[in-house]
Every structure is written in structure tokens, then in C-alpha cells.
């Protein structure tokens, strides 16, 4: 493995050149006609131009991306996070092409990519998971089961991820009205209309556990992120180690992690995520197999370098690390700087970045393809940089996170670093108490904020 | 009087719902002040274009899924 095709754009692309260029691999950048000056194509040693702006017709276009790889001459792909990374038959074509295929297997990747079966494999691992259908269910199963597991309930679309797909039913009347609904909505989205039924579990926290497996049969988890603070189930800001969790139940739900990711022979990096309730009981909810959005937070308590680790699995070499060396030093936390104005209820801001001074100094990391002069598209995704900062401890992590954001200039768009601000002034957030509703409630109870 | 509703956004304008469903309004129908008359798709979001005022569709003045800039107009409206 000598040069790999970064099948992505913005700050992960970056992220992947950088790791290539320290691991002494050459790296291959893909762009869309938007993204000619981007800075992902300006850090590779090479770029090829995929298609127009619309993601289906470029970062989303297989044959495209396949034939950039064929003209380069690359042998790996990495696929970042979104766009393609999670798809089974993009992953399996780069394996029928000889290329190295940086993440899990394709079947690992559909087995966890259809909800319900993933489900049933954390069942088999012995995994604690949600009350629920166990499977997809007709309109009428649907209202017995939820009869059987008690309101409120979540419907939720099995094709479906990343928050979409998801209803709630308080009672039998509003699930009555809404699987049909959300049947036909499913259909539409994903080309499957199959629903599944869970139980919603009331002021949860969401948890999650990075893994990271090698070919040699060495799997090994690097403790767990705390992302509870979400806008319309998107995170806005992740910690490790989560305030919420003591000891005991770490063990437990990072050995859970273990064994699911061991029952779906899991190579490469990926996520399980759990919900925590009050009570420290934690119950599966999906794998992600790929890098998240929010790795940094552990790499920054833990010492590795996910990404690294990611390419050199993917080469066949074994882990750099055993499980015994990998401990779990000081607080990290990672806000999401995105183009939005948190005025305006989060509208998107794309534009020309007229001005950016980013921050810097002990324990600070920002990871951004922006820089004055960039244009934001308003064809992709709204995150402009990560901000990721460590401490001793939280409240030395939540200080520096603090200092840093006041240090950070974007001009010309807005941003949601006002909202983080705010966010990091909040009474529970400095008490580590909060839960998946949390900026539902503040929004609703201040009137603004994240509505 | 003819008027204009504008995008309030820039983005990729749709004229439905989504791919499966009827367009918001045809060209001849009569909206009221508030009617949502297309879509702007931008950073992976969806937003409503609202008609401002009551009148009827004179005509399209962008295509479907054609990219818009915030403040340009999309639909013109002939109203008494």
C-alpha cells in the first residue's frame, strides 16, 4: 500500500492526507467542480475532479471515483466519514479492484448498516439492547408490541442512520397515525419501507465506544465519548471521558463494545454506540463503521492516532497498541464549529470566509479545510472546524475550550461558536448534567437557542 | 400586478415535497399569503419557500433542482 484515494472532502479529507503524508503514503485527493480551491485538493499530491457540485453526482459517484483511482494509480481508499463510507457495495467494488478497502469488511458493514440485524447480532454477543420489535413489524404488531413494552415509543425506519427516520408516539392514537406515515416517508428516503419499534427512553444519555480491530485478530476498545448534546439528533459538542459514567458501568459497556464488535469480526476503526439511562443501564443502539466526526476527542485522551491505526490495519500490519497500554488521561471535548446562525434557528450560513484566526497554545487542536478567501458551499455539510481542546481535567478541558473559542475569528458567515459559548456557561453542562433532550428543554424553556 | 417570490436562501430549488410526491403548485394556481410553493435544499437541509402575498402562478422562473442564490426570484405571481 503506497498511495491512498481520499474519498472525501473537507476537514476529514485533510485529516486522512495528514496521517498518509506521516505514515509516508502518498495521497490522492477527489474533488467537485465546488470544490476546485479546496484545501483538501491543494494538501494532496494529487487531485482528480469526480464531477459537478451535488454530491450524487460526484463524492457520491462510484464509477467516478473507481476510475480516479485506476488513473492515479492508488491502492487503498480511505472513505472518511458520510458520503460513501458506509456503503457496502462501494466498499466491496474497491475490493473487487484490488484496492485497499481502509475500514471493515463489506458484510461487517451490512450487517450493521440494517438496523435490525445488527440488533440481533448484539442479542447473540449478549449485549443489552432497547425493549423493542426485534425485527421489522407490521402496522397492526406494531401496536401490540408497543402495548407490550409500554409508551413512549420510537418508530424508526431499519434502512434509515444518523437520526433520520425517527418518529415518537406518546400513545396508541399517535402511533396508529404515524406508522403509516413514517412507512411511506421510509420508502421514499431509503427504497425500504421497513419500520422497527423501540422503546424511547426518557432523559437518556448517548454514549458511544470506539474500537479498533486489526487482521490478526487482535480487537481492542479505546474507552468511550459522551455525545449528548444534540440539535435534531445531530452532536454539537463530545467529551471523553463522560461525566456520567463511573467505573463499573465503563467496564461493562466498553467490554459489550468488545463483543459485538467480536461477534461481527470487526476490522478497523468503529463505534458502538449505547444509551445510558439514570439508572447506569446502558442498552445498544448501532454500530458506525467507519471514523466519526468526533475521533479527536480520543485521540487526545488516549495518545493514538485513529487514522493512523486506521491505514496501517488496512495494510495488514497488526495494532500498534495492545489493550493493557491504552489508558485514559485528562479531558477532552470537541465543539462543532458550523456554518449557521444560532439566531436564526441554526439557518445555514455558507459564503466567503472573509477573515478566520484560528486559536492555539497548550492542549488546543482545530481541525478545519477552511482558510481566509474559502467559499463554504452550500452544497455539502455545514461543519467548518472542529475544536478540540485537553485538560487535566473537565473543568481544565472546559476553560481551555472556553479560551480558545473566544481566540476563534471566523468573518463573513456566521457560526455556532456564540452558541458554544453559551452552551459552556451553562450551569448543567459545567455539572456534566445532561441528556439527549437537554437543548430541546433549554430551547423550549429560554425560547431560543437550539429551536 | 405581477410580483415575484423570492428564494430565501441559496441552494438547489425543488418544486416538490420529494422525488415520489405532486409539486407543490402548478403554473394557474391560486396560493394565499404563507402557502409553501417549492423547497431549497442547502447544506443538507430543506427549507420552504413561502409565498409572501395571495395571488396566482403566472410562471416558474427557475427549472427544478436548478441552483438559486438567496434572494433570487423564483416564481412570478399575478395578483389583483
Known amino acids: 500500500m503506497q498511495k491512498v484515494l481520499v474519498a472525501n472532502r473537507g476537514e476529514i479529507a485533510a485529516r486522512v492526507i495528514r496521517a498518509c503524508r506521516e505514515l509516508g503514503l502518498a495521497s490522492v485527493a477527489v474533488y467537485s467542480e465546488?470544490?476546485?480551491?479546496?484545501?483538501?485538493?491543494?494538501?494532496?499530491?494529487?487531485?482528480?475532479?469526480?464531477?459537478?457540485?451535488?454530491?450524487?453526482?460526484?463524492?457520491?459517484?462510484?464509477?467516478?471515483?473507481?476510475?480516479?483511482?485506476?488513473?492515479?494509480?492508488?491502492?487503498?481508499?480511505?472513505?472518511?466519514?458520510?458520503?460513501?463510507?458506509?456503503?457496502?457495495?462501494?466498499?466491496?467494488?474497491?475490493?473487487?479492484e484490488d484496492l485497499v478497502w481502509v475500514g471493515p469488511s463489506p458484510e461487517a458493514i451490512e450487517a450493521m448498516g440494517d438496523k435490525v440485524q445488527a440488533r440481533q447480532l448484539a442479542v447473540r454477543a449478549g449485549a443489552p439492547t432497547i425493549p423493542g420489535s426485534d425485527g421489522a413489524v407490521s402496522r397492526e404488531r406494531a401496536l401490540e408490541v408497543a402495548e407490550a413494552i409500554g409508551y413512549p415509543v420510537l418508530i424508526k425506519a431499519a434502512a434509515g442512520g444518523g437520526g433520520r427516520g425517527i418518529r415518537a408516539a406518546g400513545d396508541q392514537a399517535e402511533l396508529a397515525e404515524l406508522v403509516g406515515q413514517a412507512a411511506a416517508e421510509a420508502e421514499a428516503a431509503f427504497g425500504d419501507g421497513s419500520l422497527y419499534l423501540e422503546k424511547l427512553l426518557v432523559d437518556a444519555r448517548h454514549v458511544e465506544v470506539q474500537v479498533l480491530g486489526d487482521m490478526h485478530g487482535n480487537l481492542i476498545h479505546l474507552f468511550e465519548r459522551e455525545c449528548s448534546i444534540q440539535r435534531r439528533r445531530q452532536k454539537l459538542l463530545e467529551e471523553?471521558?463522560?461525566?456520567?459514567?463511573?467505573?463499573?458501568?465503563?467496564?461493562?459497556?466498553?467490554?459489550?463494545?468488545?463483543?459485538?464488535?467480536?461477534?461481527?469480526?470487526?476490522?478497523n476503526a468503529g463505534t458502538i454506540e449505547f444509551?445510558?439511562?439514570?439508572?447506569?443501564?446502558?442498552?445498544?443502539?448501532?454500530?458506525?463503521?467507519?471514523?466519526?466526526?468526533?475521533?479527536?476527542?480520543?485521540?487526545?485522551v488516549t495518545g493514538v492516532d485513529l487514522?493512523?491505526?486506521?491505514?496501517?490495519?488496512?495494510?495488514?500490519?497488526?495494532?500498534?497498541?495492545?489493550?493493557?497500554?491504552v489508558?485514559?488521561?485528562?479531558?477532552?471535548?470537541?465543539?462543532?464549529?458550523?456554518?449557521e446562525d444560532p439566531e436564526?434557528?441554526?439557518?445555514?450560513?455558507?459564503?466567503?470566509?472573509?477573515?478566520l484566526a484560528l486559536p492555539g497554545g497548550p492542549g488546543v487542536r482545530v481541525d478545519t479545510a477552511a482558510f481566509a478567501g474559502y467559499n463554504v458551499p452550500p452544497f455539502?455539510?455545514?461543519?467548518?472546524?472542529?475544536?478540540?481542546?485537553?485538560?487535566?481535567?473537565?473543568?481544565?478541558?472546559?476553560a481551555r475550550t472556553r479560551r480558545a473559542l473566544e481566540e476563534f475569528v471566523v468573518d463573513?458567515?456566521?457560526?455556532?461558536?456564540?452558541?458554544?459559548?453559551?452552551?459552556?456557561?451553562?450551569?448543567?453542562?459545567?455539572?456534566?448534567?445532561?441528556?439527549?433532550?437537554?437543548?430541546?428543554?433549554r430551547a423550549a424553556a429560554s425560547g431560543r437557542i437550539a429551536t | 400586478m405581477e410580483q415575484t417570490i423570492k428564494s430565501p436562501l441559496p441552494g438547489t430549488f425543488y418544486r416538490r415535497p420529494d422525488p415520489h410526491s405532486e409539486p407543490y403548485v402548478q403554473e394557474g394556481d391560486t396560493v394565499t399569503a404563507g402557502d409553501v410553493v417549492g423547497l431549497v435544499e442547502i447544506m443538507k437541509t430543506f427549507h420552504e419557500i413561502h409565498s409572501d402575498a395571495a395571488g396566482r402562478i403566472a410562471r416558474f422562473l427557475v427549472e427544478n433542482s436548478a441552483l438559486v442564490d438567496a434572494g433570487q426570484d423564483i416564481i412570478a405571481l399575478e395578483s389583483d
Open chain 1, 380 to 398: 455539502y455539510d455545514s461543519l467548518v472546524a472542529k475544536l478540540i481542546c485537553w485538560g487535566r481535567d473537565r473543568s481544565e478541558a472546559i
Open chain 1, 307 to 325: 487514522v493512523k491505526e486506521q491505514l496501517r490495519v488496512a495494510a495488514g500490519e497488526p495494532l500498534s497498541i495492545e489493550q493493557e497500554k
Open chain 1, 34 to 96: 465546488a470544490d476546485e480551491n479546496a484545501l483538501h485538493v491543494q494538501r494532496a499530491e494529487e487531485a482528480v475532479c469526480v464531477g459537478p457540485p451535488h454530491a450524487r453526482d460526484s463524492y457520491l459517484n462510484i464509477e467516478a471515483i473507481l476510475t480516479a483511482a485506476r488513473q492515479t494509480g492508488a491502492d487503498a481508499v480511505h472513505p472518511g466519514y458520510g458520503f460513501l463510507a458506509e456503503n457496502a457495495s462501494f466498499a466491496a467494488a474497491c475490493r473487487d
Open chain 1, 240 to 267: 471523553s471521558p463522560s461525566p456520567a459514567l463511573g467505573d463499573e458501568t465503563r467496564a461493562a459497556m466498553t467490554n459489550a463494545a468488545l463483543q459485538i464488535a467480536q461477534a461481527a469480526d470487526y476490522e
Open chain 1, 344 to 355: 436564526r434557528s441554526f439557518m445555514p450560513s455558507p459564503g466567503e470566509i472573509t477573515g
Open chain 1, 275 to 300: 444509551l445510558l439511562d439514570g439508572d447506569g443501564a446502558f442498552y445498544f443502539i448501532e454500530m458506525n463503521t467507519r471514523i466519526q466526526v468526533e475521533h479527536p476527542v480520543t485521540e487526545f
Open chain 1, 327 to 339: 489508558g485514559l488521561s485528562g479531558a477532552a471535548i470537541e465543539v462543532r464549529i458550523n456554518a
Open chain 1, 412 to 441: 463573513g458567515i456566521h457560526t455556532t461558536i456564540p452558541f458554544h459559548l453559551e452552551l459552556l456557561a451553562d450551569p448543567s453542562v459545567l455539572a456534566g448534567e445532561y441528556h439527549v433532550e437537554f437543548l430541546e428543554q
